[in-house]
C-alpha cells in the first residue's frame, strides 16, 4: 500500500480534481513531487471515459508518466473500482458507456466511426400486445437480460438515420426494440474486429449474429465471444427462415 494516494478526476469540460478539489497542473505536479518517491500512487478518475478524452486528461497522464508513478485507474468517480488494462482501453470504455445508456431503456448502436445512437424504448403500454407477447416468449421480462448484437451497423451514417433504414439493414430491429420496450438492454455493433467482438460481447447474457454477417466475422470468433459472456447462450438469425438457432 502506497504512504500517499492522489485521487486525480478529469472532467469532460477539462477541469482536474485533486482529492475532490480544484487544482491547476501546476499544483498537481507539485503534489506528486510532494510525497514520497517510492510510496505515492495515482487513483485516476476521467469523467466519460468513452469520450473524447480533453486536453487535460492527456496532460495530466504525461505529469503521472514522467515521474513514474504507480496508476490506478477508476470508472467510478468515488475511486470505488478498478478498472484492469484489459477494460481500459477507449473501445472497452465506449461499450461500458453503451452497457449503461442500455441498461436505462434506451437501445444503444455504435456507428462505423466511433459514435453512439440511442433509440428510446417504446413505453410497453403503447406496443401492440401481439408483439410484447411475442418477445416476451422469446425472452421474459422476469430478469433482465444483457444482449449484445452483431449487425449492420451502416444505416446510422445517413443525415437522418430512420427506422426504416434500420429495418432494412437489420431485419430483426423490430424484434430488439420489443426486447427493450420489455426491460432488456440491447446493444448494436458490426463485430468487424477481433477487438470490437472481445469488447462488445462483455457482460452479455446473449449475443445474437445477423446471419449474413457470420462469414465476414474473424475466424474463430466464437472462442474470443464466450469467455467476455456473462451468459454462455449464442444464436444467429436465420434471414430465410426468419428464426433464431445456433450458428
Known amino acids: 500500500m ?3 494516494i492522489l485521487k486525480v478526476s478529469v472532467l469532460t469540460n477539462g477541469d482536474v480534481l485533486l482529492d475532490g478539489d480544484p487544482v491547476t497542473l501546476s499544483g498537481l505536479a507539485e503534489a506528486m513531487d510532494a510525497g514520497p518517491k517510492e510510496g505515492t500512487a495515482i487513483w485516476y478518475y476521467r469523467e466519460n471515459a468513452g469520450g473524447e ?5 492527456m496532460r495530466v497522464m504525461k505529469l503521472i508518466t514522467e515521474r513514474r508513478l504507480p496508476v490506478r485507474l477508476s470508472a467510478k468517480s468515488d475511486f470505488s473500482d478498478t478498472v ?4 481500459a482501453s477507449p473501445l472497452a470504455q465506449t461499450f461500458a458507456s453503451m452497457r449503461q445508456r442500455a441498461a436505462q431503456r434506451q437501445l444503444a448502436i455504435l456507428r462505423p466511426d466511433g459514435r453512439q445512437v440511442l433509440l428510446p424504448a417504446l413505453a410497453r403500454e403503447t406496443a401492440p400486445p401481439s408483439a410484447v407477447a411475442a418477445v416476451e416468449k422469446l425472452l421474459p421480462p422476469s430478469v433482465q437480460r444483457n444482449v449484445a448484437v452483431i449487425g449492420d451497423t451502416a444505416w446510422t451514417m ?3 438515420p430512420n427506422l426504416r433504414d434500420a429495418g432494412s439493414a437489420i431485419p430483426f430491429f423490430g424484434m430488439l426494440m420489443g426486447f427493450a420496450t ?3 438492454a440491447v446493444w448494436i455493433f458490426d463485430g468487424s474486429t477481433a477487438g470490437m467482438l472481445a469488447a462488445g460481447c462483455r457482460e452479455s447474457d446473449l449475443v445474437i449474429v445477423d446471419g449474413a454477417r457470420v462469414e465476414a466475422l474473424p475466424a474463430g470468433w466464437r472462442d474470443l465471444v464466450t469467455p467476455v459472456m456473462r451468459g ?3 444464436l ?3 434471414r430465410a427462415t426468419q428464426q433464431l438457432r445456433k450458428p
Open 232 to 234: 454462455k447462450q449464442i
Open 182 to 184: 420489455i426491460g432488456h
Open 53 to 57: 478524452a480533453p486536453p487535460a486528461a
Open 236 to 238: 444467429a438469425y436465420d
Open 2 to 4: 502506497a504512504a500517499t
Open 84 to 87: 484492469t488494462p484489459e477494460t
Open 158 to 160: 445517413a443525415e437522418k
